[in-house]
């Protein structure tokens, strides 16, 4: 889509937008969401980060997905200008802009490429994605604002932000004025944000609260059995990513004396000196029983690991 069929859509009658979530743990759905509530979103946010009319917005991610449409809502909302351009790897703009907000990809590959323009946001937004411990600590001396976003489709993109850098870093979310989180018997957590959602919306994220923030520990769903212990995928990509450089994606299969096993996926040649690195950094019980090499990773269109696939490949390579 567009901006200028995006544009049209929203100033239209209708009372809602079409909008379609990420895919990232099964099908992508399409929903209807009221034009409403995403205003009431957009000056949420504004307010939290201090965004006045006149500011600057950067429109640099696609408006097939919310993220991407909040981005033109905000700016039409509370009178900001928007620079859109087309959606790339690594953005180009010139000047300073207020607020931006873009995927993980997008930010190593502007601090790789073009560390001076990234300087250049006074407010930078990262969702769409795990953000690795090195991409945090590299950030944590950024001049301007970077903050880490919690949210999803249903929430109307972020109802949460995490600061990444300055004397406000921190592992905790905090979310917005007149949002309440909470903890389900699962441990996963209970949002409750009535401007931007009708009703309490359980999600199948493993949290723990302090102080009215909470924290992320993975995704309920992403949780492998095995032998009677449960590991959480997001927990061992989480230890390996400091000592593993190539691609890979944790998931797991069908195993007949555990239940399920840990498998690893990736797209490099060496499986042997990968499981090397599992062996030596992992829990024992946490170790992948196998290594799979796979010519790309399955990834949603958002860059992010497309974990029902991973599993579909898992359970296909890991039986032969």
Excluded at 103 to 113: D, E, G, K, T
Aim: glycine share 6%.
């Amino acid at each position: 889509m567009d901006l200028e069929t995006f544009l049209s859509e929203w100033h239209n009658d209708s009372a809602t937008v079409l909008v379609h979530t990420s895919g990232s743990t099964g099908t992508p759905k399409a929903m209807y969401v009221e034009k409403r509530r995403m205003e009431a979103s957009a000056r949420i946010t504004c307010h939290f980060l201090k965004l006045h009319q006149g500011d600057t917005a950067l429109l640099c991610l696609p408006l097939d997905y919310i993220a991407g449409k909040m981005m033109v809502v905000r700016a039409e909302t509370c009178g900001m200008r928007l620079i859109s351009m087309e959606p790339s790897g690594c953005p180009e703009w010139e000047g300073m802009v207020d607020l931006a907000a873009m995927v993980p990809l997008q930010v190593w590959n502007l601090m790789r490429q073009a560390p001076d323009r990234l300087k250049h946001i006074r407010h930078l937004l990262i969702g769409g994605g795990a953000i690795d411990e090195t991409l945090e600590q590299a950030l944590s001396t950024h001049p301007h604002a970077v903050w880490s976003t919690y949210g999803m489709t249903e929430t109307l993109s972020h109802i949460a932000l995490r600061r990444l850098n300055g004397p406000e870093r921190s592992e905790w979310y905090t979310p917005f004025e007149g949002v309440n989180v909470s903890l389900n018997d699962e441990g996963c957590l209970v949002i409750n944000a009535p401007a931007v959602h009708d009703g309490q919306l359980v999600t199948n994220d493993i949290a723990v609260l302090q102080d009215g923030r909470f924290r992320i520990i993975g995704r309920k769903d992403n949780v492998i059995c095995s032998g009677g212990i449960k590991i959480q995928i997001e927990e061992v990509e989480r230890l390996l990513r400091a000592h593993v450089h190539i691609p890979y994606i944790i998931t797991k299969a069908p195993d007949q004396k555990l239940g399920e096993q840990v498998v690893i996926l990736t797209e490099g040649d060496d499986t042997d000196s990968l499981m090397d690195v599992c062996h030596r950094v992992l829990p024992k019980y946490w170790q992948p029983r196998q290594c799979c090499h796979v010519d790309h990773l399955p990834l949603t269109e958002t860059g992010k690991p497309a974990r029902a696939e991973a599993a579909r490949l898992a359970l296909t390579l890991a039986a032969k």
